[in-house]
C-alpha cells in the first residue's frame, strides 16, 4: 500500500513540474453505474432498501501533462460522483488517479477514492475513442476493500481545450 501511495505522490508532483511546460485540459461529464459487494451491498439492502447496483453521474477533470513521440501521454484525472439517484441515495465519492494512455486510446491509472464507505486506492483501465474533436472514454474501476469491492462502469465525453 504504501509503495502505491509513494506512486502516486511521484506522479503528481511530476504533474505539477511539468504542468507548466505543456498541459491541456479535458472536462466532462461521466454517466455509468457501481456493482457494490460484501457488507457494503448489505447495508444498503437493510438500511436503505436498495439494490447492490446505483447509478453514478459525475464530471471529470483531466490534464494531460506530458507527451511522448512514441504517443504516450502522462493523464492526471480527477473525478466527483453523486451515486444512487434513481433509489433516493446521496452517495457521493471522489477519485483522483495519475496513470498513462497510449497512442490506441487504451489508459490504465491508479489513485486515492473517496466516499462514505471510507478511503480506498482505485484501479482503472479503459479506452478513448475519438470522433472528429470529441473524445468518448469508456473506462472500468475497482476499488477493494475488506469489506466489499466496487466495480464502475462509467462512459463520457469531452473536447480538448488547451
Known amino acids: 500500500m504504501r509503495i502505491l501511495i509513494t506512486f502516486y505522490l511521484i506522479g503528481c508532483i511530476l504533474a505539477k513540474s ?9 472536462f466532462g461529464p461521466r ?8 457488507e457494503f451491498a448489505q447495508k444498503l439492502d437493510e438500511k436503505y432498501n436498495a439494490k447492490p447496483i ?5 464530471w471529470q477533470f483531466e490534464w494531460r ?14 473525478i466527483p ?7 433516493n441515495l446521496f ?24 466516499s462514505l464507505t471510507g ?3 482505485v484501479f482503472a483501465v479503459g479506452t478513448t475513442i475519438k470522433t472528429g474533436e470529441i473524445n468518448w472514454p ?4 475497482f476499488v477493494p476493500s475488506t469489506k466489499g469491492a466496487r466495480f464502475t462502469l462509467l462512459f463520457g465525453f469531452n473536447i480538448a481545450k488547451d
Open 18 to 26: 511539468y504542468a507548466q511546460v505543456d498541459m491541456e485540459s479535458l
Open 31 to 38: 454517466i455509468g453505474a457501481t456493482l457494490i459487494t460484501g
Open 54 to 58: 446505483i447509478s453514478q453521474f459525475g
Open 65 to 78: 501533462f506530458f507527451n511522448t513521440q512514441k504517443g504516450v501521454t502522462g493523464i492526471v484525472e480527477v
Open 81 to 87: 460522483l453523486i451515486g444512487g439517484v434513481e433509489q
Open 91 to 114: 452517495v457521493p465519492s471522489i477519485s483522483s488517479l495519475v496513470g498513462l494512455r497510449y497512442k490506441n486510446g487504451f489508459e490504465v491509472g491508479i489513485g486515492p477514492n473517496a
Open 119 to 121: 478511503f480506498g486506492i
Open 138 to 141: 469508456i473506462n472500468l474501476a
